[in-house]
């Protein structure tokens, strides 16, 4: 089954504490993306992914790492959370950067206390 | 990208057709419009997009007006599963950059 696996789905965690939310897809796609939700902003790119070894900032990368060192795994690296980092987060992939229909994870709910 | 209006919310009775729309009037000559929905927290689900021809498939419909600066996603019989936030965004055809802009939506419910 085609599909977008986020670990954890929750996480509480306290100020300061390195965390890595993976992602991992099966459909072979080259373009992986991650992106936040917050109440009454909608869904923010933090950091999106062209191919293997290509990673660029979207909207909202400040507080975030990735790394892309295969293609079917892009984590989301937080070196040092912050209570404004709480949000839910998806990670999201599609067979190019070109029109393509994205994929979804089931998100992560992540708490920073 | 062209930024994308939509109300804040809607209701449709279960079994009519919900038309939800979609102002982009600044939208470019290779822009796509795409519609995805969210249902409850859940990851968005792809529904349906086109570029200037309305287009069908067996979730959606999809009307793009001539000068494409507004559409109208047609859900033909709404259930009580398709209560949802559901996304318009206008999306270059390109390999560079970042593509997706969701935006707030609109909150579907559908009544029984």
């Known amino acids: 089954e085609a599909q977008v696996t986020q670990n954890p789905r929750y996480l509480i965690t306290v100020t300061g504490k390195k965390l890595t939310v993976t992602c991992s897809q099966n459909?072979?796609?080259?373009?992986m993306s991650w992106y936040r939700q917050d109440p009454g902003l909608g869904l923010r790119q933090i950091y999106y992914?062209?191919?293997?070894?290509?990673?660029d900032k979207g909207d909202v990368p400040e507080g975030y790492k990735v790394s892309r060192k295969e293609k079917r795994n892009f984590p989301l690296i937080l070196e040092s959370p912050s209570p404004n980092q709480t949000s839910l987060y998806f990670c999201?992939?599609?067979?190019?950067?070109?029109?393509?229909?994205?994929?979804f994870g089931q998100g992560t709910r992540l708490t920073v206390v | 990208d062209a930024k994308t209006t939509q109300p804040p919310s809607m209701d449709c009775a279960e079994g009519r057709a919900a038309n939800l729309p979609c102002n982009h009037s600044?939208?470019?000559?290779?822009?796509?419009v795409y519609w995805y929905r969210q249902i409850h927290s859940q990851g968005p689900q792809y529904i349906i997009h086109?570029?200037?021809n309305n287009e069908t498939n067996e979730m959606a419909s999809l009307i793009i007006t001539e000068d494409r600066k507004s559409s109208t996603l047609i859900l033909p019989h709404a259930t009580l599963r398709d209560t949802a936030v559901y996304y318009c965004?206008?999306?270059?055809?390109?390999?560079?950059?970042?593509?997706?802009?969701f935006g707030t939506g609109t909150s579907l419910t559908v009544i029984p």
């Open positions: 999201a992939s599609s067979l190019s950067g070109r029109i393509s229909e994205a994929f």
């Open positions: 459909m072979n796609h080259e373009y």
């Open positions: 600044t939208i470019s000559g290779n822009e796509y």
């Open positions: 992914s062209m191919n293997v070894e290509v990673t």
């Open positions: 965004i206008v999306r270059a055809n390109s390999n560079t950059g970042n593509q997706f802009y």
């Open positions: 086109g570029l200037k």
